[in-house]
Antibody, heavy 118, light 106 residues
Framework: EVQLVESGGGLVQPGGSLRLSCAAS????????MNWVRQAPGQGLEWVAN????????HYVDSVKGRFTISRDNAKNSLYLQMNSLRAEDTAVYYC???????????WGQGTLVTVSS | DIQMTQSPSSLSASVGDRVTITCRAS??????LAWFQQKPGKAPKSLIY???TLQSGVPSKFSGGGSGTDFTLTISSLQPEDSATYYC?????????FGQGTKVEL
């Protein structure tokens, strides 16, 4: 069974930093593109970033470019999101999601809440 | 960026009804369109990809159609467990974008 478990969320002040982690199990991690998707309270879904199987390529939504960095460690079956210069509008539940070989976001974690507030 | 627009934003239906949700892309995306179901407090679940291909394990009462800019998600014989918010999403180009969601209530 595919399992994706996010951690690292919490309360942070504006301008602060946070690192999210996603631990993958139940499947071979390295062949898959991996994503972060977020959902602000009461709002819809927003794709944030993804990273290629070997970490050599990544893409970001414009609103986080230069502030967030996605990375992965295939040896540890883990995905990360380093978030710097956090803003109130980054407040959201952050989901880790795996792309399938032919489809996006086949499997999702349960999410971790990030709150940016003073 | 490709904008995805869903209609309606919400709908109320009865058990056994057939409902259709529409998703329109701001420019052509071929069939690079997926649908997701999200229940309150839960992570989204993948229903359909490539506009009309059902994910493994998804009941056949869900069906998708369309190509280019106009797409549909149809739920036949609505049941209480289908109450959820449904999102379309394009994966033709970056940034990947979602529709604003359609809340289906029974």
């Amino acid at each position: 069974e595919v399992q994706l478990v996010e951690s690292g969320g919490g309360l942070v002040q504006p301008g602060g930093s946070l690192r999210l982690s996603c631990a993958a199990s139940g499947f071979t991690f390295s062949p898959y593109w991996m994503n972060w998707v977020r959902q602000a309270p009461g709002q819809g879904l927003e794709w944030v970033a993804n990273v290629k199987q070997d970490g050599s390529e990544s893409h970001y939504v414009d609103s986080v470019k230069g502030r967030f960095t996605i990375s992965r460690d295939n040896a540890k079956n883990s995905l990360y999101l380093q978030m710097n210069s956090l803003r109130a509008e980054d407040t959201a539940v952050y989901y880790c999601a795996r792309d399938g070989f032919r489809s996006p976001f086949d499997d999702w974690g349960q999410g971790t809440l990030v709150t940016v507030s003073s | 960026d490709i904008q995805m627009t869903q209609s309606p934003s919400s709908l109320s239906a009865s058990v056994g009804d057939r409902v259709t949700i529409t998703c329109r892309a701001s420019r052509a995306i071929g069939n690079y369109l997926a649908w997701f179901q999200q229940k309150p407090g839960k992570a989204p679940k993948s229903l359909i990809y490539a506009a009309s291909t059902l994910q493994s394990g998804v009941p056949s009462k869900f069906s998708g159609g369309g190509s280019g800019t106009d797409f549909t998600l149809t739920i036949s014989s609505l049941q209480p467990e289908d109450s959820a918010t449904y999102y379309c999403q394009q994966y033709h180009s970056y940034p990947r974008t979602f529709g604003q969601g359609t809340k289906v209530e029974l």
